[in-house]
């Protein structure tokens, strides 16, 4: 009979942690912000396209964050990061979209611009923008704004990138000292994902590298490669929550995806073989200034990837 009374206390247990963990999971899951854009989002194509940017909140940051600028104007947000994650059959792929991609912005009556100027019209736009120009449905949407982005690094204990030379950058707060494998807390993973003026140290001389843009995606991309492993690698489940509560602050996703959409997205990225996709441009300069024009023959299979 005592066998069956641990049993019974036992299953008890277990049911008031399984119940204390969904109310803790659902008060998280309803304090994210929403983002009214179900009405521009995608039924159709193969897999799901998750549209993902990362934002530059001024209003979030503070004296001493990365990034700070003491001199920028205040208030808005502003995308740093775009790209389109796109799932099917247990396969990822990730495709940037850079900010100088030169464009037909959605609702202007045909003007072209960088498709930045489509997140400064809003969500719903950039959404549009993406789904018109470039023929790419977006089923999800989600925003994430970069001191959030440096609590999930942090929430799982810091995340190795692999750096073949030395590098720093003084206006994102970058400073790597040594070549290799490198473990980032949050703080200098958001100045390498950020980085605009990426300087290595190469022979004992500093080359900043050439590439803009395009090279910063190439690191963001690196950088979310490592995001995955590290999940894959991590099996204690308080610490992936932790990780994920720490992120919540930050968050802001469209107003149809459900708590069961974000355990799947979750779950699917634990482990997942993520594989970059790279939009053929060429740089120029226009009345918007330096921009980038997308190769059109040449983008259409890497474009079809992820239709």
């Known amino acids: 009979m ?22 803790w999971a659902r008060s998280v899951w309803n304090s994210i912000d929403r983002v009214d854009v179900s009405a521009v989002l995608s039924d159709g194509g193969s897999g799901t396209n998750y549209l993902i940017v990362g934002s530059d909140s001024r209003d979030n940051l503070q004296e001493g964050d990365p990034g700070f600028d003491p001199n920028a104007g205040p208030g808005g947000q502003r995308s740093d990061t775009m790209m389109i994650l796109h799932l099917e059959g247990g396969e990822a792929q990730m495709l940037s979209l850079p900010r100088d991609l030169y464009l037909e912005i959605a609702d202007t009556g045909g003007d072209q611009a960088k498709l930045n100027s489509a997140y400064n019209g809003g969500p719903e736009r950039l ?20 001191v959030s982005f440096a609590g999930l690094v942090d929430g799982l204990g810091g995340v190795t990138v692999d750096f073949e030379n030395p590098a720093f950058d003084p206006k994102s707060g970058l ?133």
Do not use: C
């Open 2 to 23: 005592r066998w069956r009374r641990v049993l019974a206390v036992t299953a008890i247990l277990l049911l008031l942690a399984l119940l204390g963990g969904y109310l």
């Open 127 to 146: 959404i549009k923008t993406v789904t018109g120009s470039l023929g790419v449905p977006v089923h999800r949407y989600m925003e994430v704004d970069f």
């Open 175 to 307: 400073n790597v000292t040594q070549s290799g494998p490198v473990e980032l807390d949050g703080d200098q993973a958001l100045a390498y994902v950020r980085s605009r003026t990426y300087t290595e140290v190469i022979n004992g001389e500093e080359q900043v590298e050439p590439t803009g843009d395009l090279g910063r995606i190439e690191r963001q991309q690196k950088f979310l490669r490592a995001v995955f492993s590290k999940l894959s690698d991590t099996k204690n489940p308080f610490a992936l929550a932790s990780a994920f509560s720490g992120l919540s602050g930050g968050l802001r996703i469209d107003d149809d995806m459900s708590m069961l959409d974000a355990f799947r997205l979750a779950w699917a990225l634990r482990g997942i073989d993520s594989k970059t996709l790279v939009l053929p441009v060429d740089p120029d300069s226009n009345e918007s200034g330096s921009v980038l024009i997308l190769r059109e023959d040449e983008a259409q299979p890497i474009l079809d990837e992820v239709r």
